[in-house]
């Protein structure tokens, strides 16, 4: 039996933490694959319970501006007011229209695995060579989106591509196997860092924030989401009665003007 040579060993030993180091990216990149599903899918939902009346409320208050307007046409911070809230309404209107309906996002156990198997073979950062990392960013993308999609076809028809890739045929010296594989350690340590302030910077947003708090009070029995979609209800209630109100003076004073001077000053406050 020959006797490994120093660069062999230590070959081995890298061989051995890069082996436990794709396993653990393959479960980091799964679980962020997972948070983002479920941001989106929750953010699916706020938009259809609650960002739309949001948007409805803030087009009323623009059209309460609007009408206060009419009575005093030279108060300008009025006129402020007016152009502030109509952006703000239009915006909320984009938001709104850009909701869509998101199914239960539930991953099977058979799409979980096939996504660890995947990412573990075809992650970018495993790639030493320039174009096969864009290459591999490619694959990974189709990779995200098939499972948050649950396409679960498409996985396996992924998984049967790889399978007789000819990148699974290795033949490199010993020297350049194990420099392959110190910088795909070093890859790998730096994907991790990059998980790791995109799962930061996703827990300090303000939508995981209401999530989290959605989640408590659905835990406690209470529907955070239908809960603000009530009040919202409320408020545009209100405001859509002062705007009627508003509406109602502001015909009364073109009528009386119509009336005692014979002119007609609607289209003049348009």
């Keep these: ?34 948070l983002r599903a479920e941001l989106e899918q929750f953010e699916a939902r706020y938009s259809m319970d609650v960002a739309r009346l949001y948007a409805q409320f803030d087009e009323i ?13 030279d108060d300008e911070e009025i006129k402020k007011r007016v152009e502030e809230l109509r952006r703000r309404a239009e915006e909320s209107a984009a938001r709104a229209e ?16 096939a996504y660890h198997d995947l990412a573990r073979s075809i992650h970018p950062d495993l790639a030493l060579d320039a174009n096969e990392k864009e290459r591999r960013h490619g694959l990974m993308a189709e990779l995200n989106q098939a499972y948050s999609s649950g396409d679960q076809q498409k996985l396996d028809k992924m998984i049967e591509d ?71 209800k409320t408020h545009i209630l209100k405001a859509s009665r002062r705007l009627e109100n508003l509406r109602s003076v502001n015909a009364a004073q073109e009528e009386y003007v119509k009336e005692e001077f014979g002119m007609d000053i609607s289209d003049f406050r348009k």
């Design 98 to 113: 850009a909701a869509h309906d998101a199914e239960e996002y539930i991953p099977t156990q058979e799409a979980k695995k």
């Design 162 to 232: 790889l399978r007789h890739s000819p990148d699974t045929i290795k033949g490199d010296s010993v020297g350049d196997s194990l420099v392959r594989a110190i910088r795909q350690i070093y890859q790998i340590n730096k994907r991790f860092r990059e998980l790791d302030r995109e799962k930061a910077d996703a827990e300090a947003s303000e939508l995981y924030e209401l999530r989290v708090k959605a989640e408590s009070e659905l835990a406690a029995g209470r529907d955070l989401l239908k809960q603000m979609a009530e009040r919202t």
């Design 61 to 73: 208050e623009a059209e309460i501006a609007e009408e206060e307007l009419k009575l005093v046409p």
């Design 1 to 34: 039996m020959n006797e490994l040579t120093p660069e062999e060993i230590e070959l081995n030993k890298k061989r051995r933490v890069l082996e436990r180091l794709k396993d653990k990216l393959a479960d980091r990149e799964e679980e962020m694959a997972d």
